[in-house]
């Protein structure tokens, strides 16, 4: 199983100081946070996409390719791209462009945000959410998979022999989840293509969990691409860790009551009902490990650990102690069990190599021939 963490980039205030981060320190210190996940054996690092206070993450690519200079094992992945907003050539473009940058270690998380006014913002009606979703996602495949692409669809100008450049690296595109916590919609779409399904799950109860995640495994099979345990999942998560219960209560309740999205729950309800774990590392392994119980074998866990103006030497601190006792456990109670059949998540051949220690595959670099016209990128008719 991949385990990782994710970012949202909220610039939000220390209950404890009264201040918060500049934008450059916030955005500085998420780099620092991706950079100790891989020195502390994490798989990979997400990062959000909003376009609105008080968030910083605009732009993942840049922040994703900085990450790549200063990593050489981690995968890089959003949590998430926009695909209902942003411009689905540009969504391919660019992110074929970082694979090139990172060698290969690419993939994304792409949904509709959680920000309803991003979409006039970009010239989009909310109302079309799912139907953006579901047209700008077939043409990037089509764009990463295809040359001279003629298209036409309602929600962007008509292209005529296009060609996405650059290609994706070696011809594999990026894999993509698609994100969705309650859009049944959103999982069949996953299911159709044979992409993954990660349900970001840390406000919800394990019980609608299990519907969405049974209904994206049933879809998949249904598409022949496999059996409904041989589906890539994928869960969001959030913990707090200390010594003991009651220190990890203690210290994370200001985060908790200063965290936007928890105004009137109670860290007892959230802590009963959601995957917000707060504890000591054995406490949030044995919490995370009744996630395989409810909806089995899944391929990536990902954590939130920097929300509510937790203080960045914390949030380091917490990185800290997922790589070196919490995942490690769950590796321990995890992997040997794992069924023969079920899959692990895909990743880009070179990366794969990197990781087992192999040699890479040949480049297969995509062929600037004649063919194409310097002025117009067409192909050249004869």
Known sequence: MQFGIFTVG?????????????EHERIKNTVEMAVLSEQVGLDFFATGEHHNPPFAPSSPVALLANIAARTERLLLSTS???????????IAEEYAYLQHLADGRVDLM???GNTGPVYPWFGKDIRKGISLAVENYDLVRRLWRETNVDWEGEFRTPLQD??????????????VWHASIRSPQIAEQAAFYGDGFLHNNIFW????????IDLYRERYSHYGHGSPEQAIVGLGGQFFAAKTQAEAIKEYTPYFRNTYVYQGASLEEMSTHTPLAVGTPEQIVERYLTYRDVIGDYQRQAFNVDMGGVPHEEVMRQIEILGTEIVPALRAELEPSKPAEVPDAPLHPRHRALLEGTEPPAEEPFSMSNEF???????VRI
């Not at 998430?80 to 540009?90: F, G, S």
């Not at 109860?205 to 969405?212: G, L, R, T």
């Not at 016209?373 to 192909?379: A, M, V, W």
């Open 110 to 112: 792409m949904g509709r």
């Open 80 to 90: 998430t791209t926009l695909i209902t907003t942003n411009d689905p050539v540009r």
């Open 373 to 379: 016209d310097p002025l117009t990128g067409r192909k």
């Open 205 to 212: 109860p394990v019980d609608h969990v299990k519907k969405m």
């Open 10 to 22: 909220d610039i939000t205030t220390n209950p404890h100081t009264g201040k918060a981060p500049s």
């Open 162 to 175: 296009f060609t996405s450049m650059p290609r994706p690296l070696d011809g594999v595109p990026p894999f």
